[in-house]
């Protein structure tokens, strides 16, 4: 029986682009321990900015484990307690499945 190829992974990265009425934080990578710090820190300065709605783009991700969703349920928290909006931009089925799993895709807005 022959193994399947290793995909190539990218490195995580964030890449963030604004306009009038919203941020959109684009990931791509994987999000997971090693990298939510770095999610984090961007998120915090657009909070510092005082920015009021954020996109959180999720389609170039490769992985995303429980620990980045723990950091986008408490950013969507802070958001509600605010009154700013997130809304998320699905991924790929591999990043979806944390939400059905966990069954917290219902706690996000999320842009088709």
């Known amino acids: 029986m022959n193994a399947a190829p290793d995909l190539p992974v990218q490195p ?3 890449r963030v682009c604004s306009d009038d009425e919203e941020v ?12 939510a710090d770095e999610l984090e820190r961007e998120l915090r300065a657009l909070r ?11 389609r170039c991700l490769d992985f995303m484990d429980s620990t980045s969703l ?3 349920i408490s950013l969507r928290n802070t958001a509600k307690r605010n009154g700013h909006r997130l809304t998320l931009v699905p991924g790929p ?5 944390i939400f059905e799993l ?4 219902g706690l996000f807005d999320w842009r088709d």
């Open 48 to 58: 510092l900015a005082a920015v009021t709605h954020i996109v959180v783009d999720l």
């Open 24 to 35: 959109v934080v684009a990931l791509a990578g994987e999000l997971d321990l090693a990298s």
């Open 70 to 72: 723990c950091r986008l």
């Open 93 to 97: 089925a591999r990043v979806q499945r």
């Open 102 to 105: 966990t069954a917290t895709r």
């Open 12 to 14: 995580f990265s964030v």
